[in-house]
């Protein structure tokens, strides 16, 4: 039977389990068994004092320093935000260094776009400049004008023909419509795949430029009011972002899978135009897509492509409109600094927990990526408290801020490339980004990592009352929007942890290195991404206007250093992993069946059973936590590199891991198995036999591994 309970009953409720999560322990009040720990008490203890630390006002005043000026990277504005959370790392007592880098950016010199209908008639010019009623912060000089990173640099005119989101079945629809791209200018909107993708795909099939553009249905006025008066994206708004190819690399585009320090010489670096487009592209508003929309003629769009703006979309390509489009882009090596502090371990130093989030923002970053370098430093300060106290985590926790995030995942991944053998010993990376864009809080996790995930967020009080867990569950039943994968679901799952694509700063250390990893945020209303109203007046609107949220993410990020550091064995879930990869397996091999495609995958399962069998026997090792415990670490943690391949994915040798990956045509949300997936997508066989062989030498590696553990 279910009770109605009045609003003041809830009331009464929710506060009571506020107390129950922060009161002191006593006799009555035992800690929880928790995964990874003999006897939780003394843990229990050092969490308590931890979360009574991070504090929603100073994080407010973290948010307000760092937005105070638009700071790309590169920049000097950028260096200030670096000195500035260097000083916290070292007020908090963590050994702290800035840690330089060259590395190959753009930054524009001229960007314009112009548009003219059949007749000759200027239709627009632009980009037209961001700006709304009142907000603070659009005219500041520094902002830099909307542009791509890692675009082409020319002066094209050409027919336009109107892509949907510029995915690969848009394009292919274009095709089969006998819609010849070759000297075209495409226009795409953002949303469906990573904007490089829509690049990549354009310059494949033989275009000269690409317009992208933030259509209101997505994330404008057709969700709600717009910005000044709504946190949706205004008329002029306008997401910048990079273009590179990072579906084949991320990092630098001159050194993959070597470090870009300072004294790297010139004759190790390579020609860039592997991982970058030669075409022009350029991000533009919808203020600026709209009459070039509404001029196109020709066929009429299919429903799906339809758009939020007034009028029926047409595909165009006819010579109804003609675009001419400028860029001019200045390629230097520019210097970026992360930030790495580090406290180190009392018990077993060389194994690293790794903790970060970049600090770099398009303009003022607001939300992404400052609410996270706020609920960082939170964290930090939390921890520095435990410090002065005299505690030591037994193992070393790295705290990074990352930079040159933005313009392709630059300073994690060469700081990676770098401490690659370090990395080895690495337990986890856990990574913010957007953290707080509103009250949703959600996760995407390695599989091995979702339960500890979930567990964790028991131990953390949320603004609304009761647990991070107990509304995140709420949200679950919602829909989880992070999943992002092709993975089939997964049943009876009350909290849904989505899976790890690309698009943060966890790509390098889980798919490179196979740094166990996971990446948390807290969601909700969010139209001004990438644009010059992310900013301190929309966040103090529009997301978190106590700052509650920045407290709260400062806690679970915290927490997440903490139990990892301290436990007696390390927390990984396999017998979970081993469910979710025979999962895997089993959709591929239907998905073969559909395609016709005849293809032997019995070696495959019978690895992963065997996986699956290795993973159940180190469960019961895990949970007694008895015997040689530093044995079974370091099985549990060899058993994540063992699903490296050695010579890494087709075509794009720098991701390494068999069983996530960004898709080739997504390039953000995952692809799992995905040398076997790609290949049986592009209807190769002998490449998905090849790959079926190298996933199975992958899980019998790491079934031999959890086998050897004792």
């Not at 394009?171 to 070759?182: E, G, K, S, V, Y």
């Not at 899976?499 to 969010?526: C, E, K, R, W």
Request: glycine share 8%; with cysteine.
């Amino acid at each position: 039977m279910i009770l109605r309970k009045s609003p003041a009953c809830l009331l009464f409720l929710a506060l009571v389990s506020s107390a129950l999560i922060s009161r002191p322990l006593t006799a009555q009040s035992a800690p929880p068994a928790v995964f990874g720990y003999a006897d939780f008490t003394a843990q229990a203890r050092i969490e308590e004092k931890f979360l009574a630390v991070p504090d929603a006002k100073l994080a407010g005043e973290h948010l307000k320093t760092l937005t105070a000026e638009p700071h790309l990277a590169a920049t000097p504005e950028d260096r200030k935000t670096a000195e500035y959370v260097a000083r916290k790392f070292r007020a908090a007592g963590l050994d702290t260094e800035i840690v330089p880098y060259r590395v190959l950016l753009n930054q524009p010199k001229e960007v314009r776009v112009e548009a003219y209908d059949s007749s000759g008639k200027l239709l627009m010019s632009g980009p037209t400049r961001e700006h709304v009623e009142g907000d603070p912060y659009q005219n500041d000089p520094r902002v830099v004008m909307p542009f791509n990173g890692s675009s082409g640099s020319g002066d094209v005119t050409a027919d336009v023909v109107y892509a949907n989101y510029g995915r690969l079945e848009d394009f292919d629809q274009l095709a089969a419509r006998h819609i010849d791209l070759h000297g075209k200018i495409v226009l795409a909107r953002y949303g469906g795949n990573f904007r490089g993708v829509k690049v990549f795909i354009a310059e494949q099939r033989g275009a000269a430029g690409v317009l992208i553009y933030s259509d209101p249905q997505d994330d404008g006025f057709t969700k709600g009011d717009a910005y000044p008066l709504g946190p949706w994206r205004p008329e002029t708004g306008v997401q910048r972002g990079s273009v590179q190819f990072m579906f084949e690399y991320p990092g630098d585009p001159e050194t993959p899978g070597v470090a870009s320090t300072l004294d790297l010489p010139d004759s190790a670096r390579i020609s860039p135009y592997g991982s970058q487009p030669h075409i022009i592209s350029i991000p533009i508003s919808y203020h600026d897509a709209a009459p070039i929309l509404q001029a196109l003629q020709g066929p009429g769009v299919p429903q799906e492509w339809q758009g939020g703006l007034g009028f029926s979309y047409h595909i165009g390509g006819q010579g109804s409109v003609k675009a001419h489009l400028v860029s001019v882009q200045d390629y230097q090596r520019r210097i970026i600094w992360d930030v790495i502090g580090k406290i180190k371990g009392s018990e077993l130093p060389d194994d690293l927990v790794v903790i970060g989030n970049h600090r770099d923002a398009w303009v003022y970053g607001a939300v992404d990526p400052s609410s996270g370098t706020a609920a960082m430093l939170e964290s930090i300060h939390g921890v520095g408290a435990l410090l002065k106290q005299g505690w030591r985590p037994k193992r070393t926790i790295v705290f990074a801020s990352w930079d040159a995030e933005e313009e392709g995942l630059v300073g994690s991944t060469e700081w990676v490339e770098q401490n690659a053998k370090a990395l080895e010993h690495a337990v986890a990376y856990f990574n913010t980004d957007v953290a707080v864009a509103g009250p949703d809080f959600s996760a995407a996790a390695v599989p091995s990592l979702k339960e500890f995930l979930r567990e964790l967020t028991r131990s953390v009080p949320s603004p609304l009352g009761g647990t991070v867990y107990q509304q995140w569950r709420i949200n679950s039943a919602r829909g989880n929007p992070r999943r992002r994968s092709n993975a089939p679901p997964v049943a009876g799952e009350e909290v849904t942890v989505g899976d790890l694509g690309s698009g943060s700063d966890f790509t390098p250390f889980f798919q490179h290195v196979g740094v166990p990893s996971a990446d948390i945020s807290s969601g909700g209303p969010y139209g001004v991404y990438h644009s010059v109203f992310d900013n301190y007046a929309w966040y103090i609107q529009n997301a978190d206007p106590k700052f509650e949220y920045l407290q709260e993410m400062a806690r679970v990020f915290g927490l997440e250093a903490l139990r990892m550091a301290d436990a007696d064995v390390l927390p990984y879930d396999y017998v979970a992993y081993a469910r979710e990869i025979s999962s895997y397996i089993e959709a591929a091999k239907q998905k073969s069946r559909e395609q016709g495609l005849s293809l032997d995958f019995a070696a495959a399962q019978t690895a992963a059973t065997r996986f699956s069998v290795a993973a159940s026997r180190v469960r019961g090792l895990q949970i007694a936590a008895s015997g040689d415990l530093a044995r079974l670490n370091v099985a549990l943690r060899q058993a994540e590199t063992d699903l490296l391949s050695p010579s890494g994915l087709p075509n794009r040798p720098w991701f390494r891991h068999t069983i996530f990956a960004p898709g080739e045509y997504t390039g953000y949300a995952a692809v799992v198995i995905p040398g076997v997936n790609e290949a049986i997508d592009s209807k190769d066989r002998q490449r998905a036999a090849q790959q079926l062989t190298v996933l199975t030498q992958a899980l019998t590696r790491a079934a031999q591994t959890l086998e050897g553990a004792r």
